[in-house]
């Protein structure tokens, strides 16, 4: 089990930046997948970016070359770097990570882009 806590949301102006962290209750050295997600208003959650079990990344069409997820295994932390913010990016974001296919979240940060 992990427990997720997100942090970094909050209030931007559409082409601006924000860095999300995704603190674990525990070592995320052995956990593969981890990635982060997000629920805009009135839509289901979607994959935003995220860390395979084959070690690569997956990330959404439209937040390829403006996004970048990272992790920092001694801080048991994922990142999402989020830069070139636009409105449609206006979500609750979520941190995920998969262990032994049990699915563990967060419970979101909130990510407002104006214009």
């Known amino acids: 089990q992990v427990q997720l806590v997100e942090s970094g949301g909050g209030l931007v102006q559409a082409g601006g930046s924000l860095r999300l962290s995704c603190a674990a209750s525990?070592?995320?050295?052995?956990?593969?997948?981890m990635g982060w997600y997000r629920q805009g208003p009135g839509k289901q959650r979607e994959l935003v970016a995220a860390f395979t079990n084959g070690g690569s990344t997956n990330y959404k069409d439209s937040v390829k070359g403006r996004f970048t997820i990272s992790r920092d295994n001694a801080k048991n932390t994922v990142y999402l770097q989020m830069n070139s913010l636009k409105l449609e990016d206006t979500a609750v974001y979520y941190c995920?990570?998969?262990?032994?296919?049990?699915?563990?979240w967060g419970k979101g940060t909130l990510v407002t882009v104006s214009s």
């Open positions: 525990r070592s995320i050295f052995s956990i593969n997948a």
């Open positions: 995920n990570a998969r262990i032994y296919l049990m699915d563990y």
